[in-house]
């Protein structure tokens, strides 16, 4: 079915408590283990109906935050959401407390009780008005940006659509684009900084509402981290910033030398090529036709799912006012159909799209036609965002495609781009860990935290007295530092993970993309580093496997000449 013919109906909250005392009933009335399965796949897939039409109403209203129906369903989830997740936690925990608890583990798998053993913990009555209130401040959050209307070589743009001129040849127009870009954030910083503080205030109430030290378990629990901890994460930051800090330091200078300035400056951070840095050629129709003709050459699964991507209309591609920024991947469970949200703007990042969220929808797509039950068909982040990250190296050999004579500069930019964001993602990851355990600090001290921590990462930065970047407030355009605690390391693991898929393609491993694909179908059958070596590879926190692999990375770099980029 077509998105835009999906039908649309609210969830209530009264609905989903009555079907939580219907089913909660039928279990307990059930007879034998085969009769409380069946109760259960039922009511799995009645929350595949509930989900979708929640998926519907968020996806349309990111499409057009301005739509006045569509904001109100949304406003209306906030509201209603956490008391739902109550009732989903009531019915989690009627199953845990089966009688045919054992006969259950062997038919539906231990993995989902050790999941259910886990939600338990993450919500009670007590919280529901803290969770209402995130709810709602992160709304804020994605309307402010979502509403920017941004005044720039006589047009409106928002902040997506502000990308080309930050990547222009032309020096001064990628100053005052990136200029625009950031006073956009400098003017709405105290709102910023209020919605955060507030956030991180409800999250560490949450916590200690629920018995955690602080939001750092807190978040840990909600991102079911099963195979690792918090000192193991620090033990692989502190990896990054011994290997790839240094690494980074040197490219960065080449890139100087490469683009010539006499100093490389926060504008120029992403400008890599002195002619301009690659971009697609075609059409945003052209460039999916391109992309179904790749992944047919892929393999017939991916040719098929991207076949049903195109045909019928899942994908929201184009950037325009009102439509929130970035990019995502999300489900409507009730037609097994992946979804994909993005914003083209002319750059790399367009293909970027068809790679990496297609990497995630190919994922979900497999993973509902070959996996029984929901709770299995998708993993958790940093498992899911090896599918996407992967996606984007296999796909290589079809970039002549897409960008013709631009081709090299791409494929090197691509490399390059997996180095320079490794100290980026362990930043970010650092700060919410210093902001969540210490969840009193004034916004000055919280920015100021960040500074110093930015200065630990990424030492390459130059804000040539920009006060709004000097005082540490870049992080505010992070929308995972609102909206998702702890996320934004997933995909660190993740690049690890997808750069041992890379450098396997690149010695012509016959299996790469048949693990690849199998890792796809698995979905979260296994927990994190479980499906990493069920697909071939080694843990991200396997002594010397991120540096052994960047070393890789970096001497196929080497080879590269850049007077010819």
Known sequence: MKFNEIPYSRVTAEYVHEETERFIAALNNAKSAAEAETVIRALYDEQNDFETNISVAMTRFSIDTKDEFYKAENDYYDENMPQMQLDSKRQSDAIYDSPYRAELEKSLGTLLFRKIENERRLITPEVIPYKQEENRLQSRYDEILGGAEIEFDGKTLNLTQLDPYRQSPDRAVRKAATEAYFTFFAERQAELDEIFAQLVKLRDKIAKTLGFPSGVELGYAQMERFDYDESMVKVYRDEVKRHIVPLVVGLKERQRKRVGVDKLKFYDNTFLFKTGNPVPHGTPDELVALAQTMYRELAPEAGEFFDFMVENELMDLIAKPGKMTGGYCTSFSAYKSPFI????????????????????????????????????????????????????LLTRPWMEGFFKEDTEKFLYQQLEDILNFLPYG???????????????????????????????????????????????????RQAHIYERPFYYIDYTLAQVCAMQFFLRAHRSDPNTLSDYLKLCRAGGTRTFVALVEYAGLRSPFEKDVLSGASQEIKAILDETDDSKL
């Open 426 to 476: 362990c930043l970010v990851d650092d700060f919410q860990h210093h902001v969540y355990h210490n969840p009193d600090e004034s916004p000055d001290e919280r920015a100021a935290a960040w500074r110093a921590l930015e200065r630990e990462y990424m030492p390459f930065l130059d804000f040539d007295g920009y006060e709004y970047l000097e005082n540490g407030r870049r992080w505010q």
């Open 341 to 392: 949200f993005a914003n083209f703007t002319g750059t790399k990042d367009d293909v970027d799209v068809l790679t990496h969220e297609a990497g995630h929808a190919l994922q979900g797509y497999l993973s509902m036609r070959e996996i029984p039950l929901p709770p299995y068909w998708s993993p958790t982040y940093e498992s899911c965002e090896i599918h996407s990250m992967s996606m984007e």
